[in-house]
């Protein structure tokens, strides 16, 4: 092998520090290229909106009144915390009154300051996505408040004498929602592709949690248009819920790995030893896999932590892709994963193991001018065949893994036989 130039070292060290100081210049291109057109797209809107409004004194203080609740929403959930993939929050209880009573520039403008409050007071995240999350909840909010405007009119939500009006107000609301989450569901999608559209999108809860925060800002709004000093009745029991919302997220935090959002070891073994405990009472099959990312110490000295962590992040969602609802996956630290797999034969657990171990290899991700891929090895262990218990499940599995990796690594191993590399399938769509 040739022995790299001082200049392309310099120049990967150089692109390294730049993407250290500006983690964006890390990601890939399509998504670079997708963060900043929304982000352009929001300031143009905002442009055009403001130099087109007319500025009047109590839109001004509508405005200023709904962001000082917003603002006290959070201060008043601060000292719980925010951590990393904890982002659900009611404060659409605030943005959607201001698209809905007040100029389009005003719902365009309304994200902007609190952002910037959950920036400076709760958690400090990258700054690019907090700069995208503004954007994309300020051209849906700039949407709906368009789309108001033009079948409403000037006319006041509560003071029509028909529900029209408020039918329409509902219809905007959901429209805020599905473009938000349209627009932050595409961004994820094109950070990990092989992500499924269904986990970016809704589930039961956050469906459920919208439901919730369009009935809020609904009513908040009905209630400013009433009477601003309304809002000082409305405030409570908003940060009660608020409040209550961000404990239950808390609580599911504590389960799960902060950087691929898999389970963490702990709530992992506490799922599988339930799992186990069920296998044990109806006498079903149940096996255990242990992944490990090979030589991924080379990728991180090669191309340093951030693309590190983009290649755990590719590989955890990988797995996760290819695995049932029911399976437990999570993160045992480092670059090892653990998947149980409730009612799976040795066939089946071979099967799912070969098709993560080819899923993985063709996955790609993009570094400077190159394309990082990497293989994995696996251990395969099944209960009552390699032990009855998770502790001897383990043991088996990691005995199975140690073997793969003697054997030359990018393989599958039970205990005491060895599953050779497959030749590599041709390109296959990704599961939708």
Not at 333 to 346: I, K, Q, S, T, Y
Request: with cysteine; net charge neutral.
């Amino acid at each position: 092998m040739a022995a790299p130039s001082h200049t392309s070292v310099k120049s990967r060290d150089i692109v390294t520090t730049l993407a250290d100081r500006w983690p964006i210049l890390g990601q890939r291109r399509p998504l670079v290229v997708y963060l900043c057109g929304i982000v352009v797209l929001d300031f143009t809107a905002i442009g055009f909106f403001a130099a087109s409004a007319d500025f009047h004194w109590h839109d001004l203080l509508t405005f200023v009144a709904l962001m000082a609740c917003g603002a006290v929403c959070i201060e008043a959930t601060r000292r719980l915390g925010m951590p990393a993939g904890v982002s659900r929050d009611l404060l659409s209880a605030w943005w959607l009154p201001a698209a809905l009573l007040l100029p389009p520039v005003y719902a365009l403008l309304a994200p902007i300051p609190l952002q910037i409050l959950l920036q400076k007071r709760v958690r400090e995240t990258v700054v690019y996505r907090r700069v995208f999350s503004s954007a994309a909840i300020s051209l849906a909010g700039g949407a709906a408040s368009v789309l108001f405007h033009s079948v409403v009119g000037e006319l006041d939500i509560p003071t029509q004498g028909t529900g029209g009006p408020i039918l329409v107000a509902i219809g905007c609301a959901v429209l805020f929602t599905v473009l938000n989450t349209a627009l932050i569901a595409i961004a994820a999608h094109t950070a990990v592709p092989d992500t499924r559209w269904r986990e970016v999108l809704w589930d039961r809860e956050s469906l459920m949690l919208d439901v919730v925060e369009l009935c809020l800002g609904v009513l908040v709004a009905i209630a400013c248009g009433v009477n601003l000093a309304l809002l000082a009745l409305a405030l409570p029991p908003v940060v009660l819920l608020q409040r209550s919302l961000l404990h239950a997220q808390l609580q599911a935090a504590a389960r799960t790995d902060p950087k691929t959002g898999l389970l963490n070891a702990a709530a992992w073994q506490r799922e599988a030893d339930t799992e186990i405990v069920r296998a044990r009472r109806t006498g079903e099959t149940l096996a255990l896999l242990i992944v490990d990312i090979d030589h991924f110490k080379r990728v991180n000295d090669t191309y340093g932590h951030l693309i590190g962590d983009q290649v755990l992040i590719g590989v955890a969602a990988t797995i996760r892709s290819q695995l049932r609802d029911y399976d437990v996956v999570g993160r045992f630290g480092g670059e090892e994963f653990v998947v149980l797999l409730p009612r799976a034969d040795v066939t089946e657990a071979r099967r799912v193991a070969e098709r993560l171990r080819s899923r993985i290899g063709r996955m790609a991700v993009p570094a400077d001018e190159n394309m990082v891929t990497v293989t994995i090895s696996a251990g395969v262990a099944i209960m009552s065949m390699h032990g009855d218990d998770l502790i001897e499940l383990l043991a088996a599995a990691d005995l199975a893994l140690y073997r793969a990796k003697e054997l030359g690594r990018d393989r599958i191993c039970l205990p005491a036989t060895p599953v050779p590399p497959a030749r590599r399938p041709g390109p296959e769509a990704a599961p939708s």
